[in-house]
Each structure stands twice: as C-alpha cells, then as structure tokens.
C-alpha cells in the first residue's frame, strides 16, 4: 500500500541577512519585496542590532528521488 501524499508542494525561499554590525548571518523565511543587498529591519540574534542586508536568497527544494525510468 502507498500512502495518499499530497502532490501540492511550494517551495519555501529563504532569505539569508548579514547583520550590518557583527556579520552575524541569520535566514528566516523569504517576504515579499525582498532582494539582495537591500537593508531590512530584522533583530539580529547576537548583538541586537536591528539592520541587516540580504545577502542571498535561496529556495529550499525538496526534491523527492524517483526510482522510474521511461
Ligand atoms: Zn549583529
């Protein structure tokens, strides 16, 4: 037996900043209107300074391995 899985997947990006202060680099999940290198006001979780840069974003693919061939 197979078990029902749901065939709807999103892919979740993330996006990783660079606290402006320490560099610490931290990542929570992509908003919309982010991109790279642009400031947004997130905590960083070190110093607590509250500016960080993106520095990338990335999607986080769940690729699911597939035994069958044509
Ligand atoms: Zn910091």
Redesign the pocket.
């Known amino acids: 037996m197979i078990p029902g899985k749901h065939a709807e997947k999103v892919p979740t990006p993330l996006t990783h900043m660079k606290?402006l202060?320490?560099?610490?680099i931290n990542s929570r999940p992509f908003k919309e209107g982010d991109y790279v290198f642009k400031e947004v006001e997130e905590k960083?979780p070190?110093?607590?300074?509250n500016r960080m840069r993106i520095i990338g974003i990335y999607v986080k693919e769940e690729k699911e391995k597939k035994s069958k061939l044509f």
């Open positions: 606290c202060k320490c560099g610490t960083c070190k110093c607590g300074h």
